[in-house]
């Protein structure tokens, strides 16, 4: 059976010093390391906060588009790692991934990356296959394919374990939905077999939303 080898959420929030802010404020936290940059403007200057964001990429999705980070510009989306042979966790994954689907298919700014991890396997066709077995029709939801190394390297920048191959179980890789806002920056983590995390997951993308940092782009 595939195994979780979660990252507890703890040590993710421990990597930012963002704090949840007030209901009131209806603002989520930016998750991972930042760093503080000072620049002279106009002879003045000004110290700037440098978060964590997710590195550029380049992928080819169901359609054989190339989907690169890029492609997610002004775009608020939710990603995950999977393959289209696993046999336990990536289905509930995915079923629980089409209530996000379902909920914001028709919503401009908002999409759901899947990358697969077994790319050997996990052809074009072998994705658009299972697409359409999930029904998933149109640009709102993406599942994509590249090189193993690179995919594996991503997954660290989503904050999530690595990856890794294992003869009885064939892979084992984590299970978490990951919430990326317009600025590339990490907003949420959720567990993708959870149907209460996944419906924490459909409010926060509402709430992100409506941050104003997120409207207009």
Request: proline share 4%.
């Amino acid at each position: 059976m595939i195994k979780y080898f979660f990252i507890p959420l703890a040590i993710v929030v421990a990597l930012s010093s963002c704090k949840f802010n007030s209901s009131e404020n209806k603002k989520l936290p930016i998750f991972g390391e930042r760093e503080a940059v000072t620049k002279t403007v106009n002879g003045q200057q000004q110290t700037d906060t440098v978060y964590h964001t997710i590195p550029s990429f380049s992928f080819v999705n169901q359609y054989r588009d190339s989907i690169t980070d890029k492609s997610l510009e002004g775009k608020i989306y939710v990603a995950d790692f999977f393959f289209t042979t696993c046999p336990s966790i990536c289905p509930v994954m995915h079923r629980n991934m089409l209530s996000v689907y379902n909920k914001f298919k028709d919503v401009g700014d908002v999409s759901i990356l899947s990358f697969t991890i077994d790319p050997k396997y996990d052809s074009v066709p072998v994705l658009k296959k299972y697409a359409d077995a999930l029904n998933i029709t149109g640009n709102s939801w993406w599942l994509v394919q590249g090189k193993k190394d690179e995919t594996y390297g991503l997954a660290k920048s989503y904050l999530v374990t690595t990856p890794r191959e294992d003869v009885k179980e064939k892979f084992i890789h984590d299970g978490y939905f990951i919430l990326i806002d317009k600025q590339k920056r990490i907003r949420g983590s959720y567990i993708g077999t959870d149907e209460k995390e996944v419906a924490k997951l459909i409010e926060d993308i509402q709430t992100l939303r409506a941050e104003p940092e997120q409207q207009g782009k």
